[in-house]
């Protein structure tokens, strides 16, 4: 154990998946120690009537990444959790988190989650990319994504190759 009676395996490599029974000092010692947190809300809520206090682990620099969790008690996508997420923060939370916050929490923070960050989670040169394209719907461009259902989806792409998508976008892609 290290000196804060923990065990020495938890370092950055880690990531805790739900989060929910710990205090402030436990988020501290997260942050501090690099690890990162996985929130599935809809499940939390559903199983435990509570969730991670996840804005206390963002204040404190922890990512936060978004997943679901079992079907029985969670969503059966990401946009749904997606908007679980989105509803507790403008309800709960006071807006505390940008469209952009909850956006990064799908993308760039569930690869650093994974501490595969630099082969995934963003688009650049030589990572690994699956893409997928929301129409805006007169909305800005993170929170067309944080409330786009399936519906809104133009494009999916995986590794490069059409998985589905828009006719016309299909076609024009050759």
């Not at 505390?96 to 595969?116: C, E, H, I, P, R």
């Not at 589905?164 to 976008?169: K, M, T, V, Y």
Request: net charge negative.
């Amino acid at each position: 154990t290290d000196a804060h009676g923990g065990v020495d395996a938890l370092n950055a490599n880690t990531a805790i998946i739900h989060g929910v029974g710990l205090n402030a000092s436990d988020v501290q010692l997260i942050a501090a120690d690099g690890m990162k947190l996985i929130w599935s809300p809809r499940s939390n809520i559903a199983l435990y009537g509570d969730t991670a206090p996840v804005t206390l682990y963002h204040r404190l620099g922890a990512p936060i990444a978004l997943g679901t969790d079992w079907v029985l008690s969670g969503s059966m996508n990401t946009n749904r959790e997606l908007a679980c997420a989105e509803f507790l923060n403008a309800n709960y939370y006071g807006g505390f988190f940008s469209y952009q916050d909850l956006w990064a929490m799908v993308t760039v923070n569930g690869a650093k989650a994974m501490n595969m960050d630099a082969h995934i989670g963003n688009l650049g040169e030589g990572k690994l990319a699956d893409i997928a394209i929301f129409y805006r719907n007169g909305l800005g461009a993170y929170e067309a994504v944080v409330k786009g259902n399936p519906e809104d989806v133009a494009l999916v792409l995986r590794g490069g190759d059409v998985l589905s998508g828009d006719a016309s976008l299909v076609n024009a892609l050759g």
